[in-house]
């Protein structure tokens, strides 16, 4: 039965049948007054607190098995095992987000276009690009992301999920960021033996502790 609106008056409709032209009564909810949310960013204040953001980049991306999340190590550009300790931030994924993940860090492109490709190919015909990620806070280990688009010089902040976000940045090689203060209370220390002169076999320490990580190895409290 296909139904032709015929009037509508507040939260109800007034419908009727294409072929019987028999009256049907529907309720909808009200009419709700649209309303554009502000997202552009203020560029002075922005600006004012990019000093405060580390860039980072992927460290190794972890898929595990279905019954224990998945983990996307993330590391400061400015921690390059040169000191004593290198940081390194775990961020817990699903195993759906991780498949998505490894997809576009391998840079691998199904026959079939997936959810990010749509969002990307969608933001490219309107002149837009992602600019920037920035993971701005963190509460009960649920980290907090925003999503920095760039439209014709104006710079728009959008709310997204951790994997969602960043995977849009690897597809676009945009640069991701970490709030400092966050960065300080959720990384852990890849720690270097003091007063020692780095050397190849440090280096590949670190590696191989990158390399051999799992997810239970972040589910102690720090101390």
């Not at 039965?1 to 419908?15: A, I, N, P, Y």
């Not at 049948?17 to 204040?45: G, I």
């Not at 492109?109 to 992602?130: C, K, M």
């Amino acid at each position: 039965m296909v139904l032709k609106v015929t009037e509508r008056q507040g939260d109800c409709v007034f419908c009727a049948t294409t072929k019987s032209q028999r009256c049907v009564f529907l309720r909808f909810a009200p009419l709700l007054e649209e309303k554009t949310p502000k997202v552009k960013v203020d560029q002075k204040a922005y600006e004012n607190k990019k000093h405060l953001m580390v860039r980072c980049y992927i460290q190794t991306l972890i898929i595990s098995q279905a019954v224990s999340p998945s983990v996307l190590v993330l590391r400061p550009y400015s921690d390059e095992p040169v000191q004593d300790t290198c940081r390194v931030l775990p961020i817990w994924i699903g195993l759906t987000e991780a498949t998505q993940m490894g997809l576009a860090i391998e840079n691998i492109r199904l026959p079939r276009p997936v959810t990010h490709d749509v969002f990307l190919d969608a933001l490219t015909n309107l002149n837009t690009y992602v600019d920037h990620v920035l993971i701005a806070g963190v509460k009960n280990e649920t980290f907090f992301v925003r999503l920095y688009l760039r439209h014709h010089g104006d710079l728009i902040d959008l709310d997204a999920r951790p994997s969602d976000a960043i995977n849009l940045a690897v597809r676009q090689n945009a640069p991701i960021y970490i709030e400092e203060d966050v960065l300080e209370k959720e990384s852990y220390p890849f720690i270097i033996k003091k007063n020692h002169i780095l050397n190849e076999n440090d280096i590949e320490q670190f590696h191989t502790f990158i390399k051999t990580i799992e997810p239970e190895d972040f589910e102690e409290d720090k101390e």
